[in-house]
């Protein structure tokens, strides 16, 4: 956009390039009866392809500047709500109980990416999230055991989630260009653990990690370690393994059975 003033405290990074964009909408698939949420729709340059999808789109955009370029898109279904994403109460913004599935979509800030996925987590029932994310970040979301990346964020998202990449993103497809490559991931639900207790389960996992260079009886000393170990030995570990060294379906036993 030419004579745009990008603010860098907004990490306003606009995505320019039409094929990621393309990619991006591609792998968004709504009925009628669903909602897409678009978060930071900037220029509206993925917004446009969203409304071809037939159902209704919200998009929260924290720019005002940016108002008479998206209210300039034509859609019956679209609609723009000028506030900060991470203030808002999403259920003033969605009903749940219209809408049969919700998908969440966007192109998240580097410094608030994990706020954003918390948040959406938390005070809705998605159905699906699609983001852009530093790929530094898109590598911690997708891990898996026993790698550098591995660690609670991966837990958390692949207890919650199926977590696939869509697309790589280089850097020289945004304007202005940022310092770092990003990938756009998808979250999309799944169905495969239950924890009985999930707030006990998510401190374990926390607490587990806690120092990741050392072992589980260092970071779970104030648990009952012979309990622990006993559930260890069903996978062949003890309490000298790594938290990293812990499948989410581990997890969630052990969580389960101590």
Same mark, same amino acid.
């Not at 699609?130 to 055991?145: L, Y």
């Not at 006990?200 to 120092?211: E, G, I, P, R």
């Given at each position: 956009?030419?004579? #745009?003033?990008?603010?860098?405290?907004?990490?306003?990074? #606009? !995505? &320019?390039?039409?094929?990621?964009?393309?990619?991006?909408?591609?792998?968004?698939?709504?009925?009628?009866?669903?909602?897409?949420?678009?978060?930071?729709?900037?220029?509206?340059? !993925?917004?446009?392809?969203?409304?071809?999808?037939?159902?209704?789109?919200?998009? #929260?955009?924290?720019?005002?500047?940016?108002?008479?370029?998206?209210?300039?898109?034509?859609?019956?279904?679209?609609?723009?709500? #000028?506030?900060?994403?991470?203030?808002?109460?999403?259920?003033?913004?969605?009903?749940?109980? @219209?809408?049969?599935?919700?998908?969440?979509?966007?192109? !998240?800030?580097?410094?608030?990416?994990?706020?954003?996925? /918390?948040?959406?987590?938390?005070?809705?029932?998605?159905?699906?999230?699609?983001?852009?994310?530093?790929?530094?970040?898109?590598?911690?979301? &997708?891990?898996?055991?026993?790698?550098?990346?591995?660690?609670?964020?991966?837990?958390?998202?692949?207890? /919650?989630?199926?977590?696939? @990449?869509?697309?790589?993103?280089?850097?020289?497809?945004?304007?202005?260009?940022?310092?770092?490559?990003?990938?756009?991931?998808? !979250?999309?639900?799944? @169905?495969?653990?239950?924890?009985?207790?999930?707030?006990?389960?998510?401190?374990?996992?926390?607490?587990?990690?806690?120092?990741?260079?050392? /072992?589980?009886?260092? +970071?779970?000393?104030?648990?009952?370690?012979?309990?622990?170990? %006993?559930?260890?030995?069903?996978?062949?570990?003890?309490?000298?393994?790594?938290?990293?060294?812990?499948?989410?379906? %581990?997890?969630? +036993?052990?969580?389960? +059975?101590?």
């Amino acid at each position: 956009m030419k004579n #745009f003033d990008y603010k860098k405290s907004l990490g306003q990074n #606009f !995505l &320019m390039d039409k094929n990621i964009i393309h990619k991006i909408s591609d792998s968004i698939n709504p009925n009628e009866e669903d909602l897409i949420v678009e978060i930071g729709p900037g220029a509206g340059a !993925l917004t446009k392809e969203l409304v071809k999808k037939n159902c209704d789109v919200i998009c #929260f955009e924290i720019d005002t500047r940016l108002k008479e370029i998206l209210e300039g898109i034509e859609s019956k279904r679209l609609k723009i709500v #000028f506030n900060d994403f991470l203030k808002v109460n999403l259920k003033e913004y969605i009903d749940e109980k @219209k809408y049969k599935n919700i998908y969440f979509v966007g192109n !998240l800030p580097y410094y608030i990416t994990t706020a954003i996925i /918390n948040k959406i987590i938390d005070e809705s029932n998605p159905y699906e999230i699609t983001v852009m994310v530093q790929k530094e970040v898109g590598d911690r979301f &997708m891990s898996k055991p026993n790698s550098r990346d591995y660690g609670s964020l991966s837990v958390f998202l692949q207890y /919650n989630f199926d977590v696939t @990449k869509v697309v790589n993103v280089n850097k020289r497809c945004f304007e202005p260009v940022p310092k770092v490559d990003s990938v756009v991931v998808k !979250l999309s639900k799944n @169905k495969k653990f239950k924890a009985n207790n999930e707030e006990k389960f998510y401190k374990l996992v926390k607490d587990s990690f806690t120092q990741k260079r050392k /072992n589980l009886r260092n +970071n779970l000393r104030n648990y009952n370690l012979e309990k622990i170990e %006993e559930e260890l030995k069903k996978y062949n570990k003890d309490l000298t393994a790594r938290a990293e060294s812990l499948t989410v379906e %581990e997890f969630v +036993n052990i969580s389960n +059975n101590i």
